[in-house]
């Protein structure tokens, strides 16, 4: 298959380079359920390098077809899975966009629009553009809670009393103080978690998890950092698969037992992934400051 860019491409994220990221996440996993390529091309968009993000669907496409191949897999079944493959390494950026910025999320999906085959590009929404928004507000407020966790209401808390329109959904406030007042915040609970997050059903919650993360460790948010790392845990992420991570880049994750601002429920060692992750793309000449995120306290 001849691909838009290839030059450019390969200056940016080289075979051998994208196959020592996807080696990072440990486990025998489907080349389409393992979440690398995700983690991968929101770091490069969010890292404002657009380019890279067709070079890690390129890999992930070849290793889904040798893998169908292996499998004799059925012409149906084929098209379907590269279909999914196609629309997560999309949905990935479009979450991603929330938070690293719609800029950016954009150049991320037309980079990746020039590079896919038309088979595998969608004409109509995944969103269900006809779904009442209350709907959408039920939905984000259980996905919210699901990810989350012991951390809900805190979080929840804080950004209904910032800006009621930032804020999750209408609640007292969790403080005492502040018991008689009731904040009337949405935007986060519907738009956030029910209509982008979760609106899709393409990614699974502990995917968004890492997609958020990896977004915000982009951006040097470390409050942020800390809040999504531990949900992918709440969501299924577990210490074995960290903890094999950390055998196959020990040198890079020599310092991942760091602390993160003040959250201090956060198990440090799944940080280890994400700050080897960057720590390879600052080899590569990314410009992403560590000490932004790290033990700033």
Same mark, same amino acid.
């Given at each position: ?12 994220? &080289?075979?051998?380079? !994208?196959? $020592?990221?996807? =080696? *990072?996440?440990?486990? %025998? +996993? @489907? ?57 997560? &390494?999309?949905?990935? !950026?479009? $979450?991603?966009? =929330? *938070?690293?910025?719609? %800029? +950016? @999320? ?61 804020? !999750?959904?209408?609640?007292? =406030? *969790? ?123």
């Amino acid at each position: 298959m001849l691909w838009p860019h290839a030059n450019a491409m390969a200056q940016i994220a &080289s075979v051998e380079y !994208l196959t $020592q990221l996807k =080696l *990072l996440f440990p486990g %025998s +996993r @489907s080349a389409l359920n393992n979440p690398w390529y995700l983690v991968a091309s929101v770091a490069f968009s969010a890292s404002n390098r657009p380019e890279g993000v067709p070079a890690v669907f390129r890999y992930a496409l070849d290793e889904l077809q040798r893998e169908q191949a292996r499998r004799a897999s059925e012409d149906v079944e084929v098209l379907k899975e590269q279909l999914q493959l196609a629309r997560r &390494s999309r949905d990935c !950026l479009l $979450q991603s966009g =929330l *938070l690293s910025g719609y %800029s +950016r @999320s954009i150049n991320g999906l037309v980079a990746l629009h020039e590079a896919m085959p038309t088979e595998l590009r969608d004409t109509k929404t995944l969103r269900d553009i006809e779904k009442p928004i209350q709907d959408f507000a039920k939905d984000g407020r259980t996905l919210y809670r699901a990810m989350y966790g012991d951390n809900a209401d805190r979080v929840q808390a804080l950004l209904d009393d910032i800006y009621p329109d930032m804020g !999750l959904y209408s609640t007292r =406030l *969790l403080v005492p103080a502040r018991a008689d007042r009731i904040q009337t915040g949405w935007f986060s609970n519907t738009i956030g978690y029910g209509v982008v997050y979760g609106g899709a059903d393409v990614l699974t919650q502990v995917e968004s998890s890492f997609v958020i993360a990896t977004a915000n460790i982009a951006m040097g948010t470390p409050r942020q950092i800390a809040w999504h790392l531990k949900n992918a845990m709440n969501g299924g992420a577990t210490l074995e698969e960290v903890q094999a991570v950390q055998v196959n880049c020990r040198e890079e994750s020599e310092s991942a037992t760091v602390k993160i601002y003040d959250e201090k429920n956060v198990n440090v060692e799944i940080i280890g992934l994400f700050i080897a992750f960057f720590r390879t793309l600052e080899r590569r000449g990314m410009s992403i400051d560590q000490n932004d995120f790290m033990d700033l306290r």
